[in-house]
Nanobody
C-alpha cells in the first residue's frame, strides 16, 4: 500500500499560479512514475502530468506550456507548478503513484485530493 499526501491547493485569481506538492510513503519500492490527475464536477478524472523514474514527462494538451511537473521518483516526491491558471483548471487534483507491468503503468496509490479553484 502506497500512501500519498498532497499540499498546496487553494483559491487563486485567473492568471495566477499555484504549486502542488506530493510525498509518498509505504510500499514505495520500485515506483515507476508519479503524477497528477484532476477531476472537475461532473467530469471524469484526467491525467494532467506524469513524471517517470527515467525523467520523462507527459502532459495533458490543455496544460502544456503552463504547468510543469518535477520531482524525484527515487525520493518519492513530485511537484506541479501551475502558471497562467484559468477557471477551466478548477478541479480536485490528485497525486498518484504508478508501477509498470508488461510495459503499462498501473496505479498503486492515490492521494486524498486537494482543491484548486480559479476564480475572480
Amino acid at each position: 500500500q502506497v500512501e500519498l499526501v498532497e499540499y498546496g491547493g487553494g483559491l487563486v485569481e485567473p492568471g495566477g499560479s499555484l504549486r502542488l506538492s506530493c510525498a509518498a510513503s509505504g510500499s514505495i519500492v520500485s515506483l515507476s512514475a508519479m503524477g497528477w490527475y484532476r477531476q472537475a464536477p461532473e467530469k471524469q478524472r484526467e491525467l494532467v502530468a506524469r513524471l517517470s523514474s527515467g525523467g520523462s514527462t507527459d502532459y495533458l494538451d490543455s496544460v502544456k506550456g503552463r504547468f510543469t511537473i518535477s520531482g524525484d521518483i527515487a525520493k518519492n516526491t513530485v511537484y506541479l507548478q501551475m502558471n497562467s491558471l484559468t477557471p477551466e483548471d478548477t478541479a480536485v487534483y490528485f497525486c498518484n503513484a504508478d508501477k509498470t507491468s508488461g510495459g503499462y503503468y498501473y496505479t498503486v496509490g492515490w492521494g486524498q485530493g486537494t482543491q484548486v479553484t480559479v476564480s475572480s
